[in-house]
């Protein structure tokens, strides 16, 4: 069941431009969300999380947003920089429960 | 600390053999997850500990597949009579006891790819 979906599996961008990362989840549960970066041959990194009583969380370049009734959240890099190009993962979680991940979208950022 | 750490970072094996992957989690965390990626996929949960105790099984975890944690510290995850199907990443990650509002990310290792041929 794939409860946590991210519906593009590319996005390209130029340098210096926003890159905006979609994710939707089902899961009315879920109250924590978190996105990974993840490079080759690494394990995912956490980026940044929302908790489900919040609609925004920003950290330097990165800002996630959170619409609850439509049950989706996407992530802003801004300004991209080429060493942003990675794997990027939507996760979610319910209280006391393991993390949902999304396929993944890979960004990449062009000089 | 050195993080989690996985071993082996590769491994190929013929069908039918068993393996058996190592995780080391981050010393102070008493939560250890495993996670199977595959392919265009992102990571799929299998299983986790609360320190020695396991507490939830994933349906992708057949019975060919057991993991323990006897000492609450380390982690290995075993498959036996591997198939072509279980070529996949094999992510370990650890964290703090669930809490709130605390940082819920999980710090993962850099997995073991099997191949199974």
């Known amino acids: 069941d794939q409860q946590v979906k991210q519906n593009s599996p590319s996005l390209s961008v130029q340098e210096g431009r926003i890159s905006i990362l979609n994710c939707d989840y089902t899961?009315?549960?879920?109250?924590?969300f978190l996105w990974y970066k993840k490079y080759p041959a690494e394990g995912p990194t956490f980026l940044i999380s929302?908790?489900?009583?919040?609609d925004k969380n920003e950290d330097g370049r990165f800002t996630v947003f959170l619409n609850k009734s439509a049950k989706h959240l996407s992530l802003h890099i801004v300004p991209s920089q080429p060493g942003d190009s990675a794997v990027y993962f939507c996760?979610?979680?319910?209280?006391?429960?393991?993390?949902?991940f999304g396929a993944g979208t890979r960004l990449t950022v062009k000089p | 600390d050195t993080g989690v750490s996985q071993d082996p970072r590769h491994k190929i094996t013929k069908r039918g053999q068993n393996v058996t992957f190592r995780c080391d989690p981050i010393s102070e965390h008493n939560r250890l997850y495993w996670y199977r990626q595959t392919l265009g996929q992102g990571p799929e949960f299998l299983t986790y500990f609360q320190n020695e105790a396991q507490l939830e099984k994933s349906r992708l975890l057949s019975d060919r597949f057991s993991a323990e944690r006897p000492k609450g510290s380390f982690s290995t995850l075993e498959i036996q009579r591997t198939e072509q199907g279980d070529s996949a990443m094999y992510l370990c990650?650890?964290?703090?006891?669930?809490?709130?509002?605390?940082?819920?990310?999980?710090?993962f290792g850099s997995g073991t790819r099997l191949t199974v041929v």
């Open positions: 929302i908790s489900s009583i919040k």
């Open positions: 990650a650890s964290s703090q006891r669930w809490g709130r509002p605390s940082n819920y990310g999980y710090t």
């Open positions: 996760a979610a979680s319910a209280v006391g429960n393991d993390m949902r």
């Open positions: 899961n009315s549960m879920f109250d924590y």
